[in-house]
């Protein structure tokens, strides 16, 4: 889902490299340690979720769980060719839970049934930089909306491999990667990416990609990306965003996202079972919002056609850019067609800034599944966020996500609601 995209893994895959670069980021280098930054995200999450007398063993999952992630990013050594590292250290802290509540994928469970006290993970890459591009050696992040790491629960997951990203061309950004295994978010060894067990032949081969943005305008920009994951599938995706002033308080904006996806080689389609099925579909994605003042209206329409559902997980839990992909469900079962209406507001206008509000509505009909071509679904979200602007807690961020899913066909899963609250608190050393 990318219902969930931290600030953090967006400023580490920023971190050294700005896009839509003109003069030569190279030449302007300080060295090492002139130009290194060092911050401490701390979080804290309690996550419920009541499964709605769907017969389960486990009706319930209920844990807290505050996890530490600590970015290190040095600056570049002088001349031609700059050479740096990034240091990414993660410990995640069991505050609360029990064997019959675990299972919220905050932490790694043992074989009696019961989440882990704690667990930590990290890793390195070497950088290096000529001009305008970047080439990374190791554990990142990654954003691609072809190849993207998720952080929706207390730590993120890290990807290993090579990435490349290159700004020399004024208002493009191009970029590569070839990545071999993925950290899950709940687990602490590679190639864990949804397989149960240390070293399972099961989870990431090989995945390659390469795409790239251009900004024609401020206000217009298109991206195009290919992937191509071994043994599971080819994707190549597009997207057109283009955002409008239409007055001093008043906007629009429109954004379409499409994948083609099809299968490739042993046409797997999940990394934790030897599930195999042909896939050859396309999933797109239309929304458009108006914004008036503090008040911001949105409407989506969403659409999965042709052989099995649009897949993703193996190549990041993030790797699903559209529109109706949100708290629960991403409504992107084999020819399901959805809809969807969001209203948010911005507290700012009314005196009261940091302060936020969000409700939207998703339904989706037509999903073809195992026990009907015409399954059926909704959610609703609610959110509430603020964002303390000043003091010593300034940047502290407290939300709270509420999500109720229902579907009698057992679309996604069975009916369910769920339960988040956020506290999250930036602490910039260097």
């Given at each position: 889902?990318?219902?969930?995209?931290?600030?953090?893994?967006?400023?580490?895959?920023?971190?050294?490299?700005?896009?839509?670069?003109?003069?030569?980021?190279?030449?302007?280098?300080?060295?090492?340690?002139?130009?290194?930054?060092?911050?401490?995200?701390?979080?804290?999450?309690y996550f419920s979720r009541d499964r709605r007398n769907q017969g389960a063993e486990q009706s319930?999952?209920?844990?807290?769980?505050?996890?530490?992630?600590?970015?290190?990013?040095?600056?570049?050594?002088?001349?031609?060719?700059?050479?740096?590292?990034?240091?990414?250290?993660?410990?995640?802290?069991?505050?609360?839970?029990?064997?019959?509540?675990?299972?919220?994928?905050?932490?790694?469970?043992?074989?009696?049934?019961?989440?882990?006290?704690?667990?930590?993970?990290?890793?390195?890459?070497?950088?290096?930089?000529?001009?305008?591009?970047?080439?990374?050696?190791?554990?990142?992040?990654?954003?691609?909306p072809v190849f993207a790491s998720d952080d929706s629960r207390l730590l993120p997951e890290l990807?290993?491999?090579?990435?490349?990203?290159?700004?020399?061309?004024?208002?493009?950004?191009?970029?590569?990667?070839?990545?071999?295994?993925?950290?899950?978010?709940?687990?602490?060894?590679?190639?864990?990416?949804?397989?149960?067990?240390?070293?399972?032949?099961?989870?990431?081969?090989?995945?390659?990609?390469?795409?790239?943005?251009?900004?024609?305008?401020?206000?217009?920009?298109?991206?195009?990306?290919?992937?191509?994951?071994?043994?599971?599938?080819?994707?190549?995706?597009?997207?057109?965003?283009?955002?409008?002033?239409?007055?001093?308080?008043?906007?629009?904006?429109?954004?379409?996202?499409?994948?083609?996806?099809?299968?490739?080689?042993?046409?797997?389609?999940?990394?934790?079972?030897?599930?195999?099925?042909?896939?050859?579909?396309?999933?797109?994605?239309?929304?458009?919002?108006?914004?008036?003042?503090?008040?911001?209206?949105?409407?989506?329409?969403?659409?999965?056609?042709?052989?099995?559902?649009?897949?993703?997980?193996?190549?990041?839990?993030?790797?699903?850019?559209?529109?109706?992909?949100?708290?629960?469900?991403?409504?992107?079962?084999?020819?399901?067609?959805?809809?969807?209406?969001?209203?948010?507001?911005?507290?700012?206008?009314?005196?009261?800034?940091?302060?936020?509000?969000?409700?939207?509505?998703?339904?989706?009909?037509?999903?073809?599944?195992?026990?009907?071509?015409?399954?059926?679904?909704?959610?609703?979200?609610?959110?509430?966020?603020?964002?303390?602007?000043?003091?010593?807690?300034?940047?502290?961020?407290?939300?709270?996500?509420?999500?109720?899913?229902?579907?009698?066909?057992?679309?996604?899963?069975?009916?369910?609601?769920?339960?988040?609250?956020?506290?999250?608190?930036?602490?910039?050393?260097?």
């Amino acid at each position: 889902m990318r219902v969930m995209k931290w600030s953090m893994i967006a400023l580490a895959v920023s971190a050294g490299t700005s896009q839509f670069a003109m003069a030569s980021a190279q030449d302007d280098s300080k060295g090492f340690i002139e130009d290194s930054t060092a911050s401490i995200l701390t979080r804290a999450l309690y996550f419920s979720r009541d499964r709605r007398n769907q017969g389960a063993e486990q009706s319930r999952i209920e844990e807290t769980g505050l996890g530490f992630h600590g970015l290190f990013s040095s600056g570049y050594t002088q001349g031609t060719i700059g050479v740096g590292v990034d240091v990414i250290g993660l410990l995640g802290v069991k505050l609360d839970s029990g064997k019959g509540r675990a299972g919220t994928g905050l932490f790694p469970e043992g074989s009696d049934g019961r989440s882990q006290d704690d667990y930590s993970k990290g890793g390195a890459a070497v950088k290096f930089r000529i001009s305008n591009t970047v080439l990374k050696v190791g554990d990142q992040y990654t954003t691609a909306p072809v190849f993207a790491s998720d952080d929706s629960r207390l730590l993120p997951e890290l990807p290993q491999g090579v990435s490349i990203t290159s700004n020399e061309i004024k208002d493009l950004k191009l970029e590569a990667g070839h990545f071999t295994s993925i950290v899950a978010q709940d687990q602490t060894y590679k190639d864990s990416i949804s397989s149960s067990e240390p070293g399972s032949s099961r989870g990431l081969r090989d995945a390659n990609f390469v795409g790239g943005v251009y900004a024609w305008s401020p206000e217009f920009t298109t991206s195009l990306y290919y992937s191509k994951v071994e043994d599971y599938w080819k994707k190549l995706y597009a997207n057109v965003n283009w955002t409008h002033a239409l007055s001093d308080d008043q906007s629009v904006a429109v954004d379409f996202n499409i994948y083609d996806t099809k299968s490739d080689g042993a046409g797997l389609v999940r990394a934790d079972k030897d599930s195999t099925t042909k896939l050859d579909n396309r999933a797109f994605s239309l929304q458009g919002a108006y914004t008036i003042g503090a008040h911001t209206f949105t409407l989506a329409a969403q659409k999965v056609s042709g052989d099995g559902q649009y897949g993703y997980g193996v190549d990041g839990g993030g790797t699903i850019f559209l529109a109706n992909s949100i708290a629960r469900s991403d409504f992107n079962a084999e020819g399901e067609k959805s809809y969807q209406a969001r209203y948010d507001i911005n507290m700012a206008t009314f005196g009261i800034p940091g302060l936020s509000f969000m409700t939207r509505y998703v339904k989706g009909t037509g999903a073809n599944i195992a026990s009907t071509s015409n399954g059926k679904e909704w959610e609703r979200d609610i959110e509430a966020k603020y964002v303390i602007q000043s003091g010593p807690a300034k940047d502290l961020s407290l939300r709270v996500r509420q999500a109720t899913y229902r579907s009698s066909d057992q679309v996604y899963s069975g009916s369910l609601d769920e339960l988040r609250l956020i506290a999250q608190y930036p602490l910039n050393i260097l």
